[in-house]
């Protein structure tokens, strides 16, 4: 006839493998923590690669190299185009494969004969 187990003693192996269960989370959780720092050092990596791609451009249209000040006058000429027609963007985005332009809802106004307000229907 098969002994049977004390309570305790089943008591002892359910807390044998609860621990066994609480290290194995503790290794998931390290490994999600590493994946998520490589993804991370792998996006700042392709993130200075392209800031540096954009100052080589840029130092190359402009024949010389970077000065104080330029950074500025280059933003200000940057959002001076923006204002000016959004040239910039139109610019950029020509024969973007994955930007889509989207087309933004034409306005109407129209106004209300009673309040004298005016209303805007976007379509």
């Not at 098969?2 to 998931?28: G, N, P």
Request: glycine residues 8%; proline residues 2%; positive net charge.
């Amino acid at each position: 006839m098969a002994s049977k187990r004390s309570l305790d003693e089943r008591i002892h192996d359910k807390d044998v493998l609860m621990q066994q269960a609480l290290s194995k989370v503790k290794e998931y959780e390290a490994q999600i923590r590493q994946l998520e720092k490589k993804k991370k050092e792998e996006e700042r990596k392709a993130r200075t690669h392209r800031l540096i791609t954009i100052g080589g451009v840029v130092g190359s249209v402009l024949g010389r190299d970077f000065v104080d000040g330029d950074d500025m006058r280059l933003m200000n000429f940057l959002k001076q185009q923006e204002r000016n027609g959004s040239y910039f963007s139109k610019a950029m985005n020509k024969g973007a494969p994955d930007t889509a332009k989207k087309e933004e809802p034409k306005e109407q106004h129209s106004q209300d004969g009673q309040n004298g307000q005016t209303e805007v229907n976007r379509e």
